[in-house]
């Protein structure tokens, strides 16, 4: 086997700051990493026990937002409610023919969908 896992996906984000408050506050993951980095932070966040983390990186400006990265939950509507609390605009939860999903962006315009895990 030549690669084993993937272990960090770059997330462009334009204020490291923000973007920490939305991930960790309103998603609630952990903070795995936030050291100083010549061109920033290295900042990752990742949910509880997953092994995969986001990088949030303010130092590609020109990087177009990410789309389509698929997250797990056990608990869509209860997601959905945290997400309204916040404000942050999402479409579902809705049954399609391959299960259960959430779709919402993030303030940067980072597209996720969530499934029923």
């Known amino acids: 086997m030549l690669i084993s896992s993937i272990l960090t996906v770059?997330?462009?984000v334009a204020d490291q700051?923000?973007?920490l408050d939305f991930y960790a506050g309103v998603l609630a993951f952990e903070v795995r990493t936030d050291n100083p980095f010549p061109m920033g932070r290295w900042l990752t966040v990742a949910p509880k026990g997953a092994g995969t983390t986001l990088l949030l990186a303010s130092w590609f400006p020109d990087m177009a937002p990410i789309g389509g990265l698929v997250l797990a939950s056990p608990d869509l509507?209860?997601?959905a409610d945290r997400?309204?609390?916040a404000e942050v605009a999402f479409e579902g939860p809705e049954q399609q023919a391959w299960g259960c999903q959430l779709l919402f962006h993030d303030?940067?315009?980072n597209g996720f969908v969530v499934s029923q895990a």
């Open 77 to 79: 509507d209860a997601l």
């Open 10 to 12: 770059t997330v462009p």
């Open 107 to 109: 303030p940067f315009g």
């Open 83 to 85: 997400l309204r609390a």
């Open 17 to 19: 700051d923000r973007a």
